[in-house]
């Protein structure tokens, strides 16, 4: 048998390999030190100074002068320096941990919790939240008393102010009118003023069993009082309205004003008649027929349409082709609560077409008894008195907020025939009217109305 040499072991790397592999590793670790060339000198064996080399003596084609021999050159010395070695000390941030959980609740306790809170209508609400122990919630789901609301509103009813009350609202009255306390020595609550918060009352019961918007403070508080008076030497009548003003802005008339505003034409709450009306004059159309002869078409052809909506769009049809209303942008008139239509033998009982003056701070106004509004509301004047007494006032922003506009009425003065807005009339006649309840005072400024529409000569 041939003798075989044993084989070498597989991973065994010669002595000299060795020793090359740990050079190399020690050449790389010094690149992190900050001594690297005099680490390497010392471990390859250099000189710190090497000696010259020597000039070839080899000759070339031109024989060249032998050089003299350079300089030896000196290393400079370097200060030894201990090698780096890693900080075994380094700092960690502190480790927080999260809190421990608590103990889960064994029992929910029930009680009764109140809170107090102001709405955005004026209303304050004390909300109460009680929590009583039941059954199960399968059980209690199906139980209607388990979940339920029980709501309570409590308001306060005013009482119908005096004279002497009335000088809180408005301190001036007694210089405006000569007469004012005799007036008022003779003043009797009126039986709409009781009428009226009754409406008021009505609808806030109706929408707070439904949940529906509650009548907000303002126009729950918007009549100070309602008093119907006699003048003591004359006899004249007047229903006298305490309240705040807010703006309208209704009505249209073909005759005095053929086109309206691109804002009024593309409304969709723009009313165009008021209560009082007189028959047309001209032959110009209504600016407003031809939108609510579409209207109606439309209503006819849509099925979801009620009987009411087609009705009330069909009548103002017809009113547009047959009368001319008041104009709220240019005609000073003031607006009465649906409720004084109640009540057609009562002396004091005004109606469109009678005239009003209307009396802030020391300024007294001439107008109209214009239209019917809300039966819970009053304290309402068309856009162009508002802007006379506030020039600020927009169909979006009231003129008066407080309780300090009267609203002076002459029952029963209306002119004979309905027409179109007489201003030299209107200015002259609500003059004789307050001569008639003792004149005004040395205090009061009467303001005299101008015709707007009235043509440029």
Not at 28 to 52: C, D, H, R
Not at 259 to 283: A, E, H, I, L, N
Request: glycine share 6%; aromatic share 8%.
């Amino acid at each position: 048998m041939k003798h075989q040499s044993p084989k070498k072991k597989k991973g065994c790397l010669p002595l000299f390999g060795a020793g090359a592999l740990g050079v190399m590793l020690l050449a790389a670790g010094s690149l992190y030190t900050p001594y690297p060339i005099e680490l390497a000198k010392l471990l390859v064996g250099a000189p710190e100074n090497p000696k010259p080399t020597s000039p070839s003596t080899k000759k070339t084609d031109t024989q060249e002068k032998p050089q003299p021999a350079p300089e030896p050159v000196v290393a400079p010395v370097v200060e030894t320096a201990a090698p780096w070695r890693p900080d075994n000390t380094f700092t960690m941030p502190d480790i927080v941990l999260p809190p421990f959980p608590p103990a889960l609740p064994e029992k929910v306790e029930s009680g009764t919790f109140e809170h107090v809170n102001e709405l955005g209508a004026g209303i304050n609400m004390r909300s109460g939240v009680e929590f009583k122990p039941g059954t199960t919630a399968s059980s209690d789901r199906k139980a209607k008393d388990a979940y339920q609301v029980h709501m309570s509103l409590s308001l306060r009813q005013p009482h119908a102010a005096n004279g002497e009350e009335l000088k809180q609202a408005n301190p001036k009255l007694p210089g405006v009118l000569n007469r004012y306390d005799a007036l008022m020595q003779n003043a009797q609550v009126s039986p709409w003023f009781h009428a009226l918060y009754l409406h008021k009352q009505n609808r806030i019961r109706k929408n707070a069993a439904t949940l529906d918007r509650l009548l907000d403070r303002h126009n729950f508080y918007d009549t100070d009082t309602i008093l119907q008076i006699s003048a003591p030497d004359t006899g004249r009548k007047v229903l006298w309205m305490q309240a705040d003003m807010d703006v309208v802005s209704d009505g249209s008339d073909g005759d005095r004003l053929p086109r309206m505003s691109d804002k009024v034409m593309k409304s969709d709450y723009y009313q165009p008649s008021t209560s009082y009306r007189w028959r047309k004059v001209g032959k110009t159309p209504n600016p407003l027929l031809a939108k609510w002869e579409e209207r109606l078409e439309k209503l006819k052809k849509d099925k979801k349409s009620s009987k009411d909506a087609i009705e009330h769009a069909r009548t103002v049809v017809a009113d547009l082709k047959l009368f001319s209303f008041l104009l709220a942008e240019y005609d000073p008139f003031i607006v009465i609560p649906l409720t004084f239509k109640e009540g057609k033998d009562d002396t004091y009982r005004p109606q469109p077409g009678d005239y009003a003056a209307v009396v802030v701070d020391n300024r007294v106004f001439p107008a109209l008894v214009g239209d019917y509004g809300p039966k819970f509301k009053t304290g309402e004047a068309s856009l162009r008195l508002s802007k006379l007494v506030n020039p600020r006032a927009t169909s979006y922003a009231r003129a008066v907020s407080h309780l300090g506009v009267s609203y002076i009425i002459f029952p029963g003065s209306k002119e004979e025939k309905n027409g179109p807005p007489d201003y030299a009339r209107l200015n002259s006649r609500v003059q004789e009217l307050l001569n008639e309840i003792g004149g005004l005072g040395p205090e009061a400024q009467f303001q005299t109305v101008e015709d707007q529409l009235k043509p440029q000569q």
